[in-house]
């Protein structure tokens, strides 16, 4: 298979469109699908030497020659070669393919650095579609299932790779870098999709909503990625302060309620939610009943001192994940709302929970 999806687009541009193909780990698929612009195919799915990879040059060839011949494009592509990555990096791992405008010519010119800018530029560009699909499919209680980082490869550590198709010239080109800027998880195997994600990604043209939901989805990532139980709590805490008022500041007392209101099913349950957001952040009125939070941003304690039992994180996890899920999943339903839109749309919440008045005077 050759991209035939990707090549009956808009990808031949002469001299500024390029097919990019990059690898996936920690992550099966068994079945092609796509998530907005951005193609997903099992491994073993695409035939590469079709697509007419170009080899790097590599060292051992200059091991007993001046050093002043590594420069330019060979030094570039002997770089890339350290990296380990080559066609067969591609082996037994799925691949995300999308159409890039790339200047060929700025391209063909450049060096080492600026390959991994690009590396750091085009998994940026995959992460929207990682971020819908980790919301989806990934939990905050169970890192063993979380995806590598696009662009790596089966032991590629801090490296990731790309393949730049040209259509034009029917060629392939091969980049790769030290481009990994965050922790690689190494827990688990993973993520197995058996089922089609949904593809649609929200798209900061839709409106006020999923210009909120954008970085929404971004900081959810960067939660489950966490390093330890500590930092996700600060960073999942933070993620409902942001979902809870994005466009201007609230202390959480005041923004709690617009957590609730997603949540609760009635009047009783919601001031519950309100009673437990109370024991996550600040707490009581009295040192000994400190919140979560506060107990562990300023008077610097760990998680696991304050919940010693691994199962009772777990849990506590699970509980913040579906705040998360609730509000997020409320944004997806309403990405086109404006601000004012989606501010009434809370306060019809409130009004059908009976906690807020919405009787005309």
Known sequence: MILPELLDMDCQIPGATAVVIMPLSRLVLHEAFCVGRFHFFPAGSLDFARLRPIPNDTIDRYLSCDAALLEGPRKREIETSLTGFDINSFLGCPVVAFCHTLDWDAFYGANHNADISLLMLLTSLVERALDLIRFYYCRLDLPDTLPGPVGSWNNSGEHIGALLYSPLEHESY???????ESAVIARGLG???DTIPPQDIPSSEDGDVARILLQGLSLYSDALYSYNSTTKFIR?????????SPWKYQKWQKAKSNIACHCANEKTHYHELCERFRFLTSGGKNAEENGLRTRIVHMGKFLPEIIEQSGERKKLFKELQWYCSKVLGDMIENKHYSQEQYERYRDTRKCQLGVKDCNPT
């Open 191 to 193: 993520l197995e999709l």
């Open 236 to 244: 999942v805490m933070t993620l409902l302060e942001y979902l809870a």
């Open 174 to 180: 091969l980049i790769a870098g030290a481009a990994i």
